[in-house]
C-alpha cells in the first residue's frame, strides 16, 4: 500500500527557509503527479505547488518565486523548498500523492482527486 511521510517542518523568522521533504513507499515519484497543500488554523486547506506526471510544475500566487517543488528520483522523495518565509506561510504542510485524474495535478489543486495523504508537517514562521 502506498504511503507518503513529510518531514522538515520547524521554526523559523521571517525571511528564513526550511526544506520539506516527502518520502514515499509503495509509490514511485519518478514519473507520477505529486503535490503540496497547507492549511493553517480556521482556514482552508490551500494547494500550492504540483508536478504532474509529465514533468509540468505549477505553483499558487501565495508562494510563487518562494517556493520550489523537486523530486530527488534516486531516494524517491518529492521536496519542497522554502525561500523568504512569511508569517503568513505559518500552516500545517501536507504531501499528497496519486492524482486521479492526470488533469487534476495543477494549480489550482483539489485535495478529493488525491489518493494518499501524508500526516503533515508544521511550519511556523514568527514575525
Known amino acids: 500500500q502506498a504511503m507518503v511521510a513529510e518531514s522538515g517542518g520547524g521554526s523559523v523568522q521571517a525571511g528564513g527557509s526550511l526544506r520539506l521533504s516527502c518520502a514515499a513507499s509503495?509509490?514511485?515519484?519518478?514519473?507520477?503527479?505529486m503535490a503540496w497543500f497547507r492549511q493553517a488554523p480556521g482556514k482552508e486547506g490551500e494547494g500550492i505547488a504540483s508536478?504532474?506526471?509529465?514533468?509540468?510544475?505549477t505553483y499558487a500566487a501565495s508562494v510563487k518565486g518562494r517556493f520550489t517543488i523537486s523530486k530527488d528520483k534516486a531516494k524517491n522523495i518529492l521536496d519542497l523548498q522554502m525561500n523568504s518565509l512569511k508569517p503568513e506561510d505559518t500552516a500545517m504542510y501536507y504531501c499528497?500523492?496519486?492524482?486521479?485524474?492526470?488533469?487534476?495535478?495543477?494549480?489550482?489543486?483539489?485535495?478529493?482527486?488525491?489518493?494518499?495523504w501524508g500526516q503533515g508537517t508544521q511550519v511556523t514562521v514568527s514575525s
Open positions: 499528497a500523492a496519486d492524482p486521479g485524474l492526470w488533469a487534476e495535478c495543477v494549480i489550482p489543486l483539489r485535495g478529493r482527486y488525491f489518493g494518499h
Open positions: 509503495g509509490y514511485t515519484v519518478s514519473g507520477n503527479g
Open positions: 508536478v504532474r506526471s509529465d514533468g509540468r510544475i
